[in-house]
């Protein structure tokens, strides 16, 4: 999950990376929501963990995650709550994933011209607020990289940003998707990889 900025542009993106569910991809559900979702729906007796809303556009934020927490954030964020609240209380309410890797819940969102990254593992939970600069790009990742991290990536559109994560030099794509600010409004994008 990466947070940047680009020609004045906020923007927040999600990549899936997977050895034991490859076959998923990103859907855009409607102009405000992209989930991902298995290919065969049979995997969810698996594993109920691999259909989730990944991002979600509000009138004045995008909200990004790894998994269901992504509603929580967002209905809260829709009420009233300040954004850093409504990720650390979502994260400290739904926990890391009780799986057997006891994946990370992870959560970015951008919201009044601030981004914010968030992730809660067994053994705690991190929320930040970043005043992006120009150029500037953050990340935080399940496994390999739990602590919030600097990364070049420079975005265009919702879709140039999905495509550039899917690109990144890490194992395993599987699919990919963004939120990108444009006109004070908020576009989302996937890639789900090439043909």
């Known amino acids: 999950m990466a947070i940047g900025k680009t020609n004045g542009h906020l923007w927040a993106g999600y990549r899936v990376s997977s050895r034991s569910f490859p076959n998923r991809h990103a859907v855009m559900l409607d102009a405000t929501t992209v989930a991902v979702m298995p290919k065969d ?25 790894n998994g269901s927490h992504s509603d929580p954030v967002a209905e809260k964020i829709a009420a009233g709550y300040p954004a850093k609240d409504a990720i650390a ?25 601030q981004a914010l990254l968030g992730i809660v593992t067994k053994d705690g939970i991190n929320v930040s607020v970043f005043p992006l600069e120009e150029k500037e790009c953050l990340m935080v990742a399940t496994y390999e990289k739990t602590a919030f991290a600097r990364l070049t990536v420079e975005a265009y559109s919702a879709r140039d940003l ?29 890639y789900n990889g090439p043909r």
């Open 162 to 190: 999905a495509k550039k994560l899917y690109d990144l030099n890490f194992e395993k794509p599987v699919c990919a998707a963004g939120a990108y600010e444009d006109g004070g409004k908020f576009r989302i994008g996937v």
């Open 89 to 113: 209380l979502s994260l400290l309410a739904m926990d890391y994933e009780k799986d057997a890797l006891d994946t990370p819940r992870i959560a970015a969102v951008l919201d009044k011209g």
């Open 41 to 65: 729906a049979k995997d969810l007796e698996k594993n109920p963990y691999l259909f989730y809303n990944c991002i979600r556009v509000l009138p004045n934020a995008a909200v990004v995650a």
